[in-house]
């Protein structure tokens, strides 16, 4: 029994040797990775040839992808910088670019015989005693641009008359917005202004910005399907988000808009429900039109790809 016991205690010093053996070993092996991964970081090792190769191949096909969903936006279809041109810096730069805008407008009103009130608000009213702050010069002239753009493809258009124009604001612009003390209201009204409704506009902040427009104008159904043709074949980053018709006869007492909901040119990505089922258009009838379009910018810079040749030159 006496020898049993001290045959099993002597494996057991002997198993614990080893236990103590093979723990030296990993210690010693940990201490010589650690020591490897150490030193790997403080070399700071470039990447593979290869894996650099990989790396500008996925970034050419995601530029790929990136150049069609622009192209299909209508954001790099035409020169921005040639498109907006100069912002006006003195206040006579402002005059002038606001009294050519608004006679333009005029001008080309008149000559499609559209009917004008003697009060119509083409949108930039609140400027008139100088134009906007220095810091909101850049956003004015570009909304002057657009605007402009736009009239002219509506007059253009067949309508029998024009009401006004509206620029919207944003929630993220804070509440109350205002210019020159007048609130932007967020339902059709008397203002230079609208609240944009919270998915209304498709702006991703950081990536794309865009202008909001409410165009209200009277006229026949075709001159409405006209006016959406034109913005659609529009070389022009514009998106139709909403289009609301009246549907009494100018002289009717029916002054409620309805939703149109079959309008095969609005991209509604609120989810909003349509007001009515469905609105027929009556051709031989004349309707009071609202509709709201938006222009995309793209407001961050994507560098292309280096060039194959200039792969091979690195």
Not at 143 to 157: H, P
Not at 213 to 235: C, E, K, T, W
Not at 269 to 297: K, M
Request: with cysteine.
């Amino acid at each position: 029994m006496l020898l049993l016991l001290s045959g099993a205690c002597m494996a057991g010093l002997w198993y614990l040797a080893t236990l103590r053996g093979d723990l030296a070993g990993f210690k010693a092996s940990y201490a010589t990775k650690a020591s490897q991964y150490d030193r790997y970081l403080a070399a700071r090792p470039s990447p593979t040839r290869s894996n650099l190769e990989a790396l500008e191949e996925n970034y050419r096909e995601l530029y790929e992808v990136f150049e069609r969903t622009m192209g299909s936006l209508n954001l790099n279809t035409f020169d921005e910088a040639g498109f907006y041109g100069s912002t006006p810096v003195s206040r006579a730069d402002w005059s002038f670019e606001l009294h050519k805008y608004k006679e333009n407008a005029r001008y080309a009103a008149l000559s499609n015989s559209i009917e004008l009130s003697e009060e119509v608000d083409f949108g930039f009213d609140d400027y008139a005693a100088g134009g906007p702050p220095p810091e909101n010069g850049k956003e004015v002239h570009e909304q002057i641009v657009i605007a402009s753009n736009l009239l002219e493809t509506l007059f253009d258009s067949g309508i029998r008359s024009f009401v006004k124009v509206q620029r919207g604001i944003k929630p993220n612009s804070g509440a109350g917005a205002s210019v020159g003390g007048r609130p932007a209201d967020r339902l059709f009204g008397d203002g230079e202004k609208f609240a944009v409704v919270p998915g209304q506009s498709l702006s991703i902040p950081g990536t794309i910005d865009s202008y909001v427009f409410r165009l209200v104008f009277r006229g026949q159904s075709i001159a409405l399907r006209g006016f959406l043709n034109r913005i659609a074949n529009s070389p022009l980053p514009f998106v139709v988000r909403g289009v609301e018709a009246g549907l009494a006869s100018e002289g009717g007492e029916k002054v409620g808009l309805e939703t149109l909901a079959e309008n095969p040119f609005a991209q509604d990505a609120s989810g909003i429900a349509s007001q009515v089922a469905g609105v027929p258009i009556i051709s031989d009838n004349t309707s009071l039109f609202v509709v709201t379009v938006e222009f995309l910018q793209l407001s961050v810079e994507v560098p292309a790809p280096d060039s194959e040749e200039g792969n091979n030159n690195a």
